[in-house]
């Protein structure tokens, strides 16, 4: 089962993506590098012999050289409020202009720009920081965040700042009988594991957006084995799906064969991957086309109401979105 083990974070989504609206409002000083390098959503990158009017081009976040009392820091702001379970903070390339040490507070706001007046608190103590390194550092707080505020110690570098969460869904925000996508990321749902995903992260199935391009979407290695890939979601709320849509939108030579969709009530995770295999099937094994949003309605199978589901493809390949339409079950207050 993938679960990026080189991320201790990646069962959570990023919440810093500007595609999700996150936005890097001010910087105290971003004379080097631009403050929306920090969250742009490519790896950094390093230019030999790339300059500009400033001085070495940099992938990141840079402030010039502080002369006076101080730190620099910059705010971020969350496109969906989310709460917050790990940072990495990333100075790749940085090596001799890295900040020594670095800290992030956090409030919820509704101003664009919150002055020192708002609440804020802090999310992560200081922690020292080294050069050309990732920084993967967990937090302990159930709060709902609106903004960051990255604060550098005393000057320098960061290549890029990943924020790892989720998004809260409140059932009492949903009048009963409304139709909503129960997967969706700006719900709640979020993809927890998966069977492989080695060209196409499994957290861009339930991204709002179309599918960029086919690296936008969630897709496996080649399968050269006996069995099939798979990816458990769970949903925002508890709810009945009524409606699918799986979109291969991009892939062309390498869509999946079939798909089939298998659902469940269940309270705990902790072996969610295996346990699903016997799952009730929502979708049973359906043909798939290339480039082409499927929708299912009537081949749907009644399995009540259900807090996850499980996507087979077979045997391999690519999926660009999953949709999973239907009624929250109002009988919850909270996400699962």
């Not at 230019?47 to 070495?56: E, N, P, Q, R, S």
Request: include cysteine.
């Amino acid at each position: 089962m993938s679960n990026k083990t080189d991320n201790p974070f990646h069962e959570w989504v990023r919440l810093e993506q500007p595609r999700l609206g996150t936005r890097v409002i001010f910087a105290s000083d971003d004379f080097f590098a631009p403050k929306e390098r920090l969250i742009a959503p490519t790896d950094p990158v390093f230019v030999a012999d790339k300059y500009d009017d400033h001085g070495k081009w940099m992938d990141g976040w840079e402030s010039r050289r502080k002369r006076d009392e101080g730190h620099d820091f910059c705010i971020i702001r969350l496109g969906t409020p989310g709460v917050i379970h790990g940072f990495d903070v990333d100075t790749s390339h940085f090596t001799g202009n890295f900040p020594p040490a670095a800290s992030i507070d956090a409030c919820s706001s509704n101003s664009e720009v919150p002055g020192e007046d708002e609440a804020w608190y802090e999310l992560l103590p200081p922690v020292k920081l080294a050069g050309d390194s990732h920084h993967f550092r967990p937090v302990n707080n159930d709060s709902v965040v609106t903004h960051l505020r990255l604060n550098i110690y005393p000057d320098g570098g960061v290549a890029r700042l990943r924020v790892y969460g989720e998004v809260l869904c409140d059932a009492k925000q949903i009048s009963p009988g409304d139709e909503l996508d129960l997967a969706a990321f700006e719900n709640g749902g979020r993809a927890l594991c998966c069977s492989d995903e080695h060209f196409g992260s499994m957290h861009n199935l339930n991204i709002a957006e179309a599918g960029a391009n086919m690296g936008d979407g969630w897709e496996t290695a080649r399968r050269r084995g006996q069995g099939n890939d798979w990816v458990v979601l769970a949903l925002a709320l508890p709810g009945t799906i009524e409606r699918v849509e799986l979109d291969t939108a991009h892939f062309k030579g390498n869509f999946p064969d079939r798909a089939e969709i298998r659902a469940a009530r269940i309270s705990a995770t902790e072996n969610v991957g295996s346990e699903s295999e016997r799952w009730p099937v929502l979708l049973p094994e359906t043909k798939l086309e290339a480039d082409k949003v499927h929708r299912f309605t009537d081949s749907l199978k009644s399995v009540g109401t259900v807090t996850h589901v499980r996507l087979n493809i077979f045997p391999d390949g690519g999926v660009s979105r999953l949709r999973l339409f239907g009624k929250a079950d109002n009988n919850n207050e909270s996400s699962t």
